[in-house]
């Protein structure tokens, strides 16, 4: 599967952003998606992540409450609704799929997107 993330953005602390990620390929019903993101010279941390079928979302303690992350199987699409954004939130974001279960480490995943920068002032 190959997945293309969109969205990112220069915004302001307390502003709104939604990122999303196309699949295409096999679709992306079949796949556990994610959200990491990475500041520069950090790691890439988990975000938020959701199930097959969109009925379970596990979320990063540093965003819940804050984002949202769905998911649209007919049109195979993830998104991830970011409201009252931080300066800490200034990362590239980047989407993440797995074939098989969910997991809170960047390593456990298979498929990448190329990342899509987001950038909050303060």
């Known amino acids: 599967v190959q997945l293309q993330a969109s969205g990112g953005g220069l915004v302001q602390a307390g502003d709104s952003l939604r990122l999303s990620c196309a699949a295409s390929?096999?679709?992306?019903?079949?796949?556990?998606m994610a959200w990491f993101r990475q500041a520069p010279g950090k790691e890439r941390d988990f975000v938020a992540g959701i199930s097959k079928s969109g009925y379970t979302t596990f979320y990063a303690d540093s965003v819940k409450g804050r984002f949202t992350i769905s998911r649209d199987n007919a049109k195979n699409t993830v998104a991830l609704q970011m409201n009252s954004l931080k300066p800490e939130d200034t990362a590239v974001y980047y989407c993440a799929a797995d074939p098989i279960a969910f997991g809170r480490s960047w390593s456990h995943y298979d498929y990448w997107g190329q990342g899509t920068q987001v950038t909050v002032s303060s």
């Open positions: 390929g096999r679709t992306d019903s079949t796949y556990v």
